[in-house]
Nanobody
C-alpha cells in the first residue's frame, strides 16, 4: 500500500510564498508521475501541477503557471510545490497525488494540507 503525506500548509498573506511537500511511503514505489491538485470550498478539485518521475517534465494549471513550481526528489520519493505571489484565490486544500507506472493515472492521494491566503 502506498501512502502520501503532505506537509507545509498554513496561513500566509497575499504576495507571500509557501512551499508544500509530499512524501510517498509504503512498499517500494516508483511512480510515473506525481502531482498536486487543490479544492476550494464549494468548488471542484482542480489540477495544479504535475511532474514526470523519469524525465522531470512539468505541467501546470493555467491559474498557477508562472507563479508555482513543482519539483521532485527521486531518492526520497518526494514532490514539492513552491508557491510564489500567492493570491486569495489560491486558498484551498492542496492534495498530493501519485500515478503508478502500471496505470499512469493518479490512483493514490494524500489527505491534503490547508493553504489559506489572506488578502
Amino acid at each position: 500500500q502506498v501512502q502520501l503525506v503532505e506537509s507545509g500548509g498554513g496561513l500566509v498573506q497575499a504576495g507571500d510564498s509557501l512551499r508544500v511537500s509530499c512524501v510517498a511511503s509504503g512498499r517500494t514505489f516508483s511512480p510515473s508521475a506525481m502531482g498536486w491538485f487543490r479544492q476550494a470550498p464549494g468548488k471542484e478539485r482542480e489540477f495544479v501541477a504535475s511532474i514526470g518521475w523519469s524525465d522531470g517534465s512539468t505541467y501546470y494549471g493555467r491559474s498557477v503557471k508562472g507563479r508555482f513550481t513543482i519539483s521532485r526528489d527521486n531518492a526520497k520519493t518526494m514532490v514539492y510545490l513552491q508557491m510564489n505571489s500567492l493570491k486569495g484565490e489560491d486558498t484551498a486544500v492542496y492534495y498530493c497525488a501519485a500515478a503508478p507506472s502500471t496505470t499512469h493515472t493518479f490512483d493514490y492521494w494524500g489527505q491534503g494540507t490547508q493553504v489559506t491566503v489572506s488578502s
